[in-house]
């Protein structure tokens, strides 16, 4: 299949009905509804199901439900949504539910702007609900990857049967690019998939106590739901970070940034190295787990300094940033916010000054 | 190499299409790495519509360029929105029809091409974006013009009644442009 | 000698009732599990507990469960028997969990005509918190979140739910039973057994709310709850069919 020029938000339904996703339930909010829309024709051709729900809340409530019986579930909105997700997405990470949801952010705090931003990092990558809970955050920077990563976040969902969440922002979800699709489930895989989950499933079992479904979101035991946070603590201290590391051996000065702030900031770096002026990056790939080994990989001794970029103010990667730093540079940030969209030549303004230090 | 287009008008007069017809022609028809972004609002409406392209041979790095190397304004609106982002040596396509003012820059090209007009007289007001594409098609080259109308033509597969009005449309918007840069 | 009678295969075997002397839950969920079981589906069914003392259930039963966040369960069961028809789901809520943060999944789960069961529970107070105001709690009644009982001033009238969703088109059967004699129980088991016989002949959102007594958080005996729940709670929510197609 060649390549075929997509919006983000369709390519992302596109590869998640791709991926074996028979399930979606979602509530309108700009700029992501081209996904339920899309879906809302597309699911139905596959046997899938596509509801509107009456809110957010109801919504991932809904992909609690469905991701219950084993069927791959997604939902989608866009940071002022994606607050009211928190008790929903809380409770499949404590059932272990497998799901699948997408964050389009725009400008916050609350209703913020409907134009892009990134300031949703934090809540992303540390909590997305109570309880302390992690999740593998993947941050889309084209829309190739966008489709790429949410087809994969079904197969890691179901791996370690804990949510999974793109964390993608206005300007991936509506910038139309050329993209590679995955190729489609079978009927015969998607079936296969589910059945492989029929064990712990909630959809009805022989009477025997002992082999029921119980899904429990919780217990009333303090011992028992610790040892379940234990299992589970294991479980994210298993996962390995993903980063692109950019032209670092030498590197003068190294940008950091993810998603849409990453490829502008790639961009420059190449500028940059056109004029043989000697720029690197650090591309968080999973903000969740953050890779802060890639920080070692810095040439310290040439290092004259970092720059953090990202559509957010005040910066909110950077805290992750300086723990992978460890002081052996000084970070500086290069920020925009509330729908504001990072250029170019700012970027490298920020980065041309850091490097005449 | 990169090219890049800034695209703004009216809601309603195509402004997004013509940008989405020409990042799909480069898409279809070429090994290019292309993004269309278009920018929103809130209106559903009316209000001014925008939308930039980006055309490159490396992975497009910013979908919003901090200058535009080609403009087509399609309102007077946009015309003084976006005539300071043009590069110096740039080429502004203006909507002559109802495009009244003439930019207060010497540094960059200008071609004007009454395509509002040209629409009417063809009988069909809501051609004026494919007249436009013609336009910039003939006059830059960026993406062979037979490319560009068989995306045309595929996109209005659907809607065979209205194919002949549009290839009439580019084919006017073509001879402009070529005109244009032939001068 | 003959056995005349036996425990439902819908409970568990060795299960003792940990409910409050005086409460229904445990009726109910006897009544349940022998629907379930005269339908022939315990093997397929799903129970979505909501929370609150209806939680509780998840100790009992002997069958597939699950719980929802506060007020979600309906919103859940649209997840779980959208994607599996075949699956017998129900959902069993309190009224705080059902009419108050609940009330919009109930609602628009119901305007949607969801072909799911659901179980209402209505005690017109706060059971496992400790006697909170409900919004089903009578006037005048005393609630530990309105010591001098509710006012209509400041806390509005009770919410009636069988009323309120017999204004939308889509449910198919809407009835209000109780637990408070035997021929209600039998009364209450026959509205269960439609609403599930309903959920297998595909029609429907069923609805069955039982009016039942909180001794505990009422501050009353078994058997003065009883007497409470004729003279009053009945006056404020009358039993009957409201919707049956």
């Known amino acids: 299949m060649g390549r075929v020029l997509m919006k983000g938000c369709e390519a992302i339904a596109e590869a998640a009905v791709r991926a074996g996703c028979r399930f979606y339930a979602g509530y309108p909010i700009t700029p992501q509804n081209e996904i339920p829309e899309y879906l809302s024709r597309r699911l139905p051709e596959v046997g899938g199901v596509f509801v509107q729900g009456e809110s957010e809340i109801a919504s991932v409530n809904m992909v609690y439900g469905a991701g219950q019986t084993g069927t791959r579930s997604m939902t989608t909105s866009s940071s002022t949504g994606v607050s009211l997700y928190s008790e929903g997405i809380a409770f499949c990470a404590s059932a272990r539910i497998p799901i699948v949801y997408v964050n389009v952010a725009r400008g916050g705090p609350g209703i913020g702007s409907i134009q892009p931003s990134q300031q949703d990092y934090l809540q992303a990558t ?10 593998i955050v993947l941050a889309p920077s084209t829309v190739q990857e966008a489709a790429d990563m949410t087809y994969r976040a079904f197969d890691l969902a179901d791996r370690d049967r804990n949510p999974v969440l793109i964390l993608s922002d206005g300007v991936i979800g509506t910038i139309m690019e050329p993209v590679e699709l995955p190729p489609a489930k079978t009927e015969e895989e998607v079936k296969a998939n589910k059945e492989s989950k029929r ?3 909630c959809v009805g079992h022989k009477l025997d106590v002992a082999h029921r479904s119980w899904i429990q979101p919780g ?12 299992a589970a603590a294991e479980m994210y201290a298993s996962w390995e970070p993903e980063a692109e590391e950019y032209l670092l051996e030498d590197a003068e000065i ?6 849409i702030s990453a490829r502008i900031a790639k961009s420059v ?3 940059m190295r056109r004029e043989g002026k000697k720029a690197g990056l650090i591309r968080p790939i999973t903000v969740n787990p953050f890779p802060y080994a890639s920080y070692e990989k810095i040439n310290y001794g040439v290092c004259k300094g970092i720059l953090d970029v990202e559509m957010a103010i005040p910066a909110l990667m950077v805290q992750d940033v300086k723990m992978g730093v460890k002081g052996r540079a000084p970070i500086e940030t290069c920020l925009c916010s509330g729908g504001n969209i990072m250029r170019k030549g700012t970027v490298r303004k920020a980065a041309e000054e850091l490097l005449l230090r | 190499m990169e090219t890049n287009l800034l695209v703004g008008g009216f809601g309603g007069q195509g402004v997004m299409t013509l940008g989405k017809f020409l990042a799909s022609a480069t898409c279809d028809s070429t ?3 292309v993004t269309f972004f278009p920018s929103y609002g809130a209106e559903q409406r009316g209000g001014t519509a925008n939308c930039y392209v980006v055309i490159s041979d490396h992975p497009v790095g910013a979908p919003i360029p901090d200058e535009a ?7 007077e609106a946009s015309l003084h929105r976006f005539i300071d982002m043009l590069k110096p040596g740039g080429t502004l396509f203006v909507n002559s029809s109802i495009v009244e003012s003439e930019p207060d820059r010497m540094d960059i090209h200008i071609v004007k091409a009454p395509v509002t007009d040209l629409a009417l007289k063809m009988g069909n007001p809501r051609v004026l974006n494919i007249i436009m594409l013609g336009v910039y098609a003939g006059y830059t080259g960026v993406i062979p013009e037979e490319v560009v109308w068989e995306t045309i033509a595929r996109k209005f597969a659907k809607k065979p009644g209205v194919l002949a009005v549009n290839k009439e449309a580019f084919e006017k918007g073509l001879a402009i442009g070529r005109k244009a840069a032939e001068e | 000698m003959e056995k005349v009678y036996e425990r439902t295969k819908g409970i568990q075997e060795d299960k003792v009732s940990g409910f409050c002397p005086g409460c229904m839950h445990s009726t109910i969920a006897k009544l349940i599990g022998e629907v379930l079981e005269e339908l022939d589906v315990l093997d397929r069914t799903v129970l979505v507990e909501g929370v609150g003392c209806c939680g509780l259930l998840m100790d009992y039963v002997s069958y597939d469960n699950t719980c929802a966040p506060h007020g979600r369960a309906c919103a859940v069961a649209t997840g779980i028997k959208r994607t599996n028809p075949d699956t017998i789901c129900y959902t069993y809520q309190g009224d705080g969990d059902l009419a108050a943060i609940g009330l919009g999944e109930t609602m628009s789960a119901a305007n949607r005509g969801e072909n799911f069961t659901v179980i209402f529970v209505n005690n017109g107070i706060y059971g496992m918190t400790g006697g909170q105001l409900a919004p089903t709690t009578l006037v005048g009644m005393k609630a530990t979140t309105a010591v001098n009982g509710r006012d209509p001033k400041e806390h509005g009238y009770p919410m009636h739910m069988c009323e309120i969703l017999n204004q939308l088109e889509a449910p198919a059967y809407l009835e209000r039973c109780s637990c408070n004699t035997p021929k209600n129980v039998r009364a209450t088991k026959r509205a269960i057994k439609k609403a599930f016989q309903n959920q297998i002949d595909g029609k429907g959102f069923s609805l069955v709310e039982i009016v039942t007594s909180c001794p505990t958080n009422w501050g009353m005996d078994a058997l003065k709850s009883l007497d409470f729940l004729e003279e009053k709670m009945f006056k404020e929510f009358p039993l009957g069919v409201f919707r049956d197609r």
């Open chain 1, 269 to 271: 770096v190449d500028d």
């Open chain 1, 126 to 135: 540390k909590a997305s609900g109570n309880g302390g809970f992690q999740m």
């Open chain 1, 254 to 259: 190294v940008i950091t940034a993810y998603g």
């Open chain 2, 31 to 33: 090994e290019k790495n």
């Open chain 1, 199 to 201: 064990s712990w499933a």
């Open chain 2, 69 to 75: 190397d080609d403009l087509i304004v399609m309102n």
């Open chain 1, 219 to 230: 217990t009333f035991l303090p011992a028992r739901l610790e040892e379940r946070n234990k």
